[in-house]
């Protein structure tokens, strides 16, 4: 039995927001239609794959194992389908992803001046989709910040940077030439705890009763400096990206016992392209 790509499209759309209704609203159908293809997947598969009441909408077991291994397939089908289309249109590319405060310019343009026949592009990626680009094809290498999830891609060390906290101006704290983490434990950290386990292990917000404020979703470092610098909370950053966004209404100041920010190039481990090796070796020696 082949599997349906589509099938596989919406049932994550449906696993992603556990609601028929707000996916078949993102996708654009009826819902009776999503609830058909559904059971036509469920039946293909032989296995039931969400468990539906009045109130929920969840999934079971064999759901969750269709959702991991769902999505990394349909991320190799998009990459498959862009880079067949580049082939098609003549077109020979190679795209490279870079995180903020991360400049890539000088490698970038050394693999141009070693290959005049290749287009070599650049996308700015961010926290939520560096290593997703790479998986679908957006970006053929892109510069990532650890930690990622590693599966499915050859990763190379390439470097390491401090990390310093983003304060409001007027902060306590700003001016200090260094900190420790213990100096941030009464404050807000504007970042999911888990990005600095540090701060999540003696943070006096996090051990008092009741739930922690959500921590906003960002799309953009601007974004996160805003929050900053309108006093709603701190946040730690490598090194390079406070270099890059500097404005008077926040301070930086280096955070002495945080384990470096590590930079890193990764590739999809299933191609063999020698570009790969080649454009790893360049980075490597700026």
């Known amino acids: 039995m082949d599997v349906d790509l589509r099938k596989l499209r919406y049932f994550v759309a449906v696993a992603d927001r556990l609601h028929f209704g707000r996916a078949a609203e993102a996708l654009h159908i009826a819902q009776p239609v999503l609830s058909r293809q559904i059971r036509a997947l469920e039946e ?9 009441s009045r109130r929920a909408t969840e999934l079971t077991p064999a759901g969750e194992q269709l959702l991991a291994d769902a999505v990394p397939l349909l991320a190799a089908a998009e990459a498959l389908r862009r880079r067949v289309g580049h082939a098609a249109r003549g ?5 490279v992803g870079f995180m903020p405060g991360l400049i890539v ?3 970038v343009r050394e693999l ?9 592009e650049v996308v700015r990626t961010t926290w939520d989709d560096q290593t997703a680009a790479i998986h679908d094809g957006r970006v053929d290498i892109g510069y990532v910040r650890l930690p990622i999830d590693q599966r ?6 390439l470097t390491s940077e401090p990390r310093v906290a983003a304060l409001p101006a007027g902060h306590r704290l700003a001016g200090k030439e260094a900190i420790t983490i213990a100096d941030l434990a009464d404050e807000h950290l504007l970042q999911d705890p888990d990005a600095v386990p540090e701060w999540r292990d003696i943070a006096t917000e996090l051990r008092r009763p009741g739930r922690r404020r959500p921590a906003p979703v960002f799309h953009a470092v601007e974004e996160k400096l805003e929050h900053v610098a309108g006093g709603h909370g701190v946040a730690v950053l490598p090194l390079s990206v406070a270099t890059f966004y500097t404005r008077p209404d926040v301070a930086y100041v280096q955070v002495t016992d ?7 190039l990764a590739w999809d481990s299933t191609r063999r392209s020698p570009l790969f090796a080649e454009f790893a070796a360049i980075a490597a020696a700026f």
């Open 258 to 264: 945080l384990p470096p920010n590590q930079v890193c």
């Open 91 to 95: 077109a020979r590319t190679f795209t």
């Open 44 to 52: 293909e598969l032989k296995a039931q794959l969400f468990v539906r």
């Open 152 to 157: 499915g891609l050859k990763v190379e060390p």
């Open 112 to 120: 141009r001046e070693r290959h005049s026949e290749l287009t070599v």
């Open 105 to 107: 310019t000088p490698a």
